[in-house]
């Protein structure tokens, strides 16, 4: 018997969830090589030598859509990511401290961060009495992964970083592990139809390594052109949880999982950039090693195993994104404001016959707008709170700003034929968006 795991938010390159920071998901994601705020540590470290003093950034994404499937005999079904808005919320948050501008001038230009970044949190719902529903009626994956990470400016040019990825799940995020239920189809002395779950945690260890190397710059010293690169290792562990049988114990589970190493190549143009107006363009390239993903089997301690054959691809994402700001304003002095649009192309890496409602793979396309409004000293953000406060005053900020975006997919319907669940087979057609905000706030 097979079952196939791993759900997913169809706005996501397989169970990976792309957007991780409100600037650059208005941007199409395409923010690798401009990576000039605190969600740097999740998009490029290097970057974060760009920034002085201290960053902090809080990012929430609203994710909705729906998954309608037609199976060759026209029984139609429609599934969602678990209701109209998925919960909890994709939720990043960034920390980064300058140490030079802290008072640590004998270690240069070093910037040290911590983030907490949701790379895989997915869901998926379908009818308990679906087409296949021995597939999957839910799903769940609340992946954590925390980020510390440190970057060092060589010199004008040339910056890198370094950092650690630690995958793991937290009992206040969802359920705490990755979960999977669907009615069994029968065998092994249980009888068809039960409902049962397979579920597991753990912790999985990763690194990132990352440059953002800068050519040309304005008469102010800011970037014109800007290369950024970065590589995100593979990480392994095994969840260990529960397979349960209509609500009881069956067996403990093992499930070994691999995370895909991940390659970057960004390059950011600046065609104007003075002291009143910044436009930018960029255009980012990920390749993803899913070819890595074989399998996810379930290793039972009764001494079976629920076979999970995976056989994924390599694949690769592309982004194009532009953000033009306005640095000051007639109408809102001491503020900045900018607005942003992008562009994304992900590639689908999973093959018909291990193909799964839970982890919809389709080639997709994404649109994207942005906007952000940053408040200076001098300013007062909400009418009330003063930017950069009174002299003395350090636990107000200098600047205050927030970023929206809104992001729309549109997915290439998919048939899949030939599954190893015969259940699965048919058509797919998907539609999702979601929206964002964030609140920066700098010291």
Known sequence: MVILLLPSYTSAQAIRFQPQGAAAAGQGNAFAAQADDASAIHYNPAGMTQLSGIHMQLNTFLVGGSVKFTSPAGVNTQGDFGGSIAWPPPTQSYFTANLRDLGFRHVGNTVIGLGLTTPYALQARYPLDGPFQTAVTSAALPLLDIKPTVAYQINDQLSIGVGADIYT?????????????????????????????????????????????????????????????????????????????????????????????????????????????????????????????????????????????????????????????????????????ALRGGYTYTENPGPDSTFTPAAATLNSHGMTLGTSLL?????????????????????????????????SYIHEDRSVMGNINPTVDGTYRLWSHMGTFNLNLIF
């Open 169 to 337: 799940f937290a009992r206040f995020i969802g359920e705490g592990h990755l979960e999977q239920k669907f009615n069994w189809p029968g065998g092994g002395g249980i009888p068809a139809s039960t409902p049962v779950e397979v579920n597991g945690s753990g912790t999985a260890l990763g690194f990132n390594l990352s440059l953002l190397y800068t050519p040309f710059r304005n008469q102010d010293g800011k970037p014109l052109v800007n290369v950024g690169l970065q590589y995100r290792s593979q990480a392994r562990t095994e969840l260990t949880g529960q397979f349960l049988v209509n609500g009881a114990l069956a067996a403990d589970t093992r499930i070994p999982v691999t995370l895909p190493q991940i390659f970057t190549l960004a390059v950011a143009l600046w065609p104007v950039r003075d002291r009143d107006h910044e436009w930018k363009i960029e255009f980012d390239v990920d390749y993803v090693g899913w070819k890595s993903f074989r399998s996810l089997d379930v290793h039972l301690s009764t001494g079976g195993t629920l076979p999970q054959p995976q056989n994924w691809r390599n694949s690769s994402v592309f982004m194009l994104g532009t953000e033009y700001k306005w640095l000051h304003l007639d109408v809102l002095p001491n503020w900045e404001a």
């Open 375 to 407: 408040c200076r000293p001098g300013g007062h953000f909400l009418g009330l709170i003063p930017c950069g406060g009174a002299e003395g005053q350090w636990y107000f900020p200098k600047a205050i700003g927030t970023s929206v975006a809104y992001l």
